[in-house]
């Protein structure tokens, strides 16, 4: 068992109880002594101490504390002949390894010689495996020594493309297989012949015998190894048995001698599915039931079916049309395990659907559970298989071959628990043995009785005076044989009580009086529950009449006839009386004393009401509430400790939906912080970029400034150079213009002293002469000037070195003009 909630160790006690059966326990491991406490409250052996116990019957290993310890033990219990081991172990880690730990757990027992028990999904309903997490409760069965000694682990893995055992697997698909015939047990009736399809190596023929009240289980396959496996691990003497067969030629079993059929996964592996689904229904019996598999629509991207021992493949559409044409469909089933191609993230399921208008979202497997039509038995000759029944003719209440018509009618349209659960379908059968059976036939009125409580559950009165007819008919007869009998008191009673919940009380006091005048005890005492519901009915209607004394007659009445019922007299073979209760006294009927119990506690329920009759009118409340059986008390304590928990538990569930919405808008608030954070997270990853961009963009820069400023100190460091240079040039000019003036000057002294003295021979030359002394003051002027203009160049050349480039450039012009001038004179 799988669930998220701490270990109950009272419900682990009563589930391995109910699942493995009483016998002597032994405990190991972290909580022993209360598993063994609570072991001994339902009435089971269990001890703690080892050595109490020799051989028991099974184990219980709690392995939430030192489980390794305990499960190097498994050796050890495996020698011991212990049948069963019970592991209890808590699961704590998240999904997916969860899984792994749980198959991991299960594999070493196995390993160690186990199975899983055919009860393992009893403990562990299907959905519950989903859960990851949690307590895991496990109970394994040995493998018989020989079975272990022949077909060991390393065989079945040499065999697993044809042969799986699946109660030696682990994981999704093996609990698929499995549950699949946990759930066909369900159908299966007390005493029923079943008949496995296709066994493979047989351990679902076990789970459907020991899942179900079977009287025997056949398993037939067509391989030889498979079915000398299922011999050696499964077979049971009288009880579980094995026979290679082809399912499309079932030549060894006889006509209608199977009630039950597990057809799974067979279908689609037969050559000629139309001969094979003849060959089911030939030795189904009528009224037989028949659970059939398939996988659905398993193709791939090809089209195809990549298994290739798959022959067909199969649809909703296409199995319902192939199966509905044999078997009337009672129920129809959608599995899915998740983990394969197919549906491969889906988790296990089972799903029942409307077989006429289907709704599901997926399927893996699709399953029908069909059923023979009981009113066409043919040739089919009825055996009583549920009971063991008395020969003697005094014997009524099964002598169903002996008083119907058709007798496979019982189990298929009447008994409760046994009958067809198909409303349509159990209908149909009613108007068909009306229309058919002999008006006042037991099959008549059995269907007659089960028209009118379909009416009254549907609460369509307005159709019971279209039964009007038949019912007054049918009570009319004289001289009923038992059957017919026990038809009378239930119509009388039935129709009755429909008049009253149509609110016509006169009716229902008719047919209720009709009821209580005809005498059970033809037939069986357990008939008289009619008579007292009857009786109860009307001492109510009475009650609201005002009619206490009325009521209290019926009520006295009511206890009477219990008595005499119960006892023997002149009147009351009671011989008789008790074989239609138990019928053998070596194998009594199970259901005859329960019948007894109710005609007690009916009767009970009449000694409450009188006893606060007297003030009926005073305390009406408290007469009503006294209106019950001790078994009708105790059923509505249950009820209302049922209602308090439901309240508590749509309390916790309406609690744990608020929790779930505050845990969505947590995860959407979760959800919306996580995008912002992506996007605040993409933001800064473009910021670090852009900062990282601007580094590497200052860091350029840097290193441009530092080529500039190493550029610019060496400019300034050129420009300081041709300053000194340009200076140096300016001060060598300016000293040659000085030495210039000072030649000039000699020279215009002695020009002067050579013009006086050659005055006479210079007179032609006066004119020119003149000029030149007069460019030559023109050039003295030019200089003087040129010298003032050198050092204001000077001094601006310090503040400007281009401008000062530009200037000497200038002045080396006028430089180099004067100097030609001369260099010309």
């Not at 050559?271 to 193709?299: F, H, S």
């Not at 169903?400 to 628990?417: E, T």
């Not at 990282?692 to 530092?706: I, M, Y």
Request: include cysteine; glycine fraction near 6%; charged fraction near 25%.
């Amino acid at each position: 068992m799988v669930n998220s909630q701490r270990f109950d160790v009272d419900d682990f006690a009563k589930s391995i109880r109910d699942a493995l059966g009483f016998g002597r326990y032994l405990c190991l491991g972290k909580e022993a002594d209360k598993i063994c406490s609570s072991l001994r409250s339902n009435l089971v052996d269990a001890q703690t101490e080892e050595g109490a116990l020799a051989h028991p019957h099974a184990v219980v290993l709690d392995l939430r504390s030192n489980a390794d310890d305990l499960l190097a033990r498994l050796p050890e219990i495996f020698a011991w002949q212990t049948r069963y081991v019970v592991v209890v172990h808590d699961i704590v880690n998240e999904a997916e390894f969860a899984l792994r730990e749980r198959d991991s757990l299960e594999k070493q027992v196995i390993s160690a010689g186990f199975r899983k028990a055919s009860a393992y999904y009893d403990i562990n309903p299907y959905a519950s495996l989903n859960v990851a997490s949690g307590c895991f409760i496990a109970p394994f069965e040995r493998v018989p020594d020989s079975a272990l000694a022949k077909y060991n682990l390393e065989i079945l893995e040499e065999e697993r493309l044809l042969h799986t055992d699946m109660l030696r697997e682990t994981g999704r698909r093996s609990d698929a297989h499995c549950v699949r015939y946990r759930y066909a047990a369900e159908h299966i009736r007390p005493g029923d012949r079943v008949l496995d399809v296709a066994c493979g190596l047989g351990y679902g023929s076990r789970m459907l015998f020991e899942s179900s009240l079977a009287a025997s289980v056949h398993g037939i396959d067509l391989s030889d190894f498979g079915v000398a496996y299922a011999v050696s691990h499964y077979g049971m003497d009288g009880c579980v048995r094995y026979t290679v067969g082809d399912a499309e030629n079932l030549s060894t079993i006889a006509d209608a001698s199977i009630d039950f059929i597990a057809a799974f996964e067979t279908i689609e592996h037969v050559p000629n599915p139309e001969i094979y689904l003849q060959e089911l229904k030939r030795v189904l019996a009528p009224g037989g039931r028949v659970m059939l598999c398939a996988p659905n629509d398993w193709t791939d991207e090809t089209g195809k079916d990549p298994n290739p021992f798959h022959l067909h493949v199969y649809t909703w559409d296409k199995l319902k049309a192939e199966v509905s044409s044999y078997f009337l469909l009672e129920k129809a089933f959608i599995q899915v395990a998740g983990g394969a191609m197919k549906c491969h993230f889906s988790p296990r399921s089972w799903l029942e659907v409307d077989p006429v208008e289907p709704s599901y979202a997926e399927a893996e497997w699709i399953v029908f559970l069909g059923m023979k039509d009981p009113t066409e038995p043919g040739e089919a000759v009825f055996k009583e298989t549920a009971w063991r029944i008395p020969t003697s003719s005094r014997f009524n209440v099964s002598a169903f071959a002996r008083d119907y018509a058709n007798p496979w009618l019982v189990k298929a349209m009447v008994a409760i628990g046994q009958r067809c659960t198909n409303a349509a379908i159990l209908d149909s059968f009613r108007r068909k043995v009306t229309a058919v059976a002999p008006a006042r036939s037991v099959d008549a009125g059995a269907a007659l009785c089960g028209q009118i409580y379909s009416f009254t559950e549907q609460a369509g009165y307005a159709d019971l005076d279209s039964l009007s007819k038949a019912v007054v008919d049918y009570l009319s007869i004289k001289g009923p044989n038992p059957h017919q009998r026990r038809w009378q008191v239930s119509i009388a009673y039935a129709y009755g009580f429909a008049k009253f919940l149509e609110g016509d009380v006169d009716g229902a006091e008719h047919y209720l009086r009709i009821c209580c005048e005809i005498d059970p005890l033809p037939y069986s005492p357990i008939l008289g529950n009619k008579t007292l519901d009857a009786l109860f009915v009307r001492a109510v209607i009475c009650v609201g009449r005002e009619d206490l004394q009325g009521a209290r007659t019926l009520l006295h009445r009511s206890v009477e006839l219990v008595r005499r019922w119960s006892a023997g007299g002149v009147r009351n073979s009671w011989l008789g009386s008790w074989m239609n209760v138990v019928g053998l006294s070596s194998a009594p009927l199970p259901f005859g004393l329960a019948e007894m119990a109710l005609l007690f506690d009916k009767s009970a329920r009449s000694a409450y009401m009188l006893s606060i009759i007297d003030s009926a009118k005073q305390r009406p409340g408290a007469f009503a509430r006294e209106a019950r059986g001790f078994l009708e008390r105790q059923v509505d304590h249950l009820r209302r400790e049922l209602r308090g928990s439901v309240i508590a538990n749509e309390q916790k569930t309406s609690e744990a939906i608020g929790l779930i919405g505050d845990m969505e808008r947590l995860r959407q608030h979760s959800d919306s912080l996580g995008e912002e954070l992506v996007v605040r997270n993409q933001r800064s990853e473009e910021l670090a970029v852009e900062v990282l961009r601007q580094a590497d963009r200052s860091q350029e820069l840097a290193d441009q400034v530092v080529a500039l400023d190493k550029h610019a100190q060496e400019i300034a460091q050129e420009s300081q150079f041709q300053l000194r240079s340009r200076d140096s040039i300016i001060a060598d000019v300016t000293s040659r213009n000085a030495e210039l003036v000072d030649k000039l000057a000699v020279q215009a002294t002695k020009s002067e002293e050579r013009l006086q003295t050659v005055v006479a021979d210079l007179r032609c030359e006066i004119e020119s002469r003149d000029e030149i002394i007069a460019k030559l003051s023109v050039v003295e002027e030019h200089s003087q000037r040129l010298a003032g203009q050198i050092r204001e160049l000077d001094e601006h050349a310090q503040r400007n070195a281009l401008e000062l480039a530009a200037e000497i450039e200038s002045r080396d012009r006028i430089i180099a003009e004067l100097l030609a001038k001369l260099q010309g004179g």
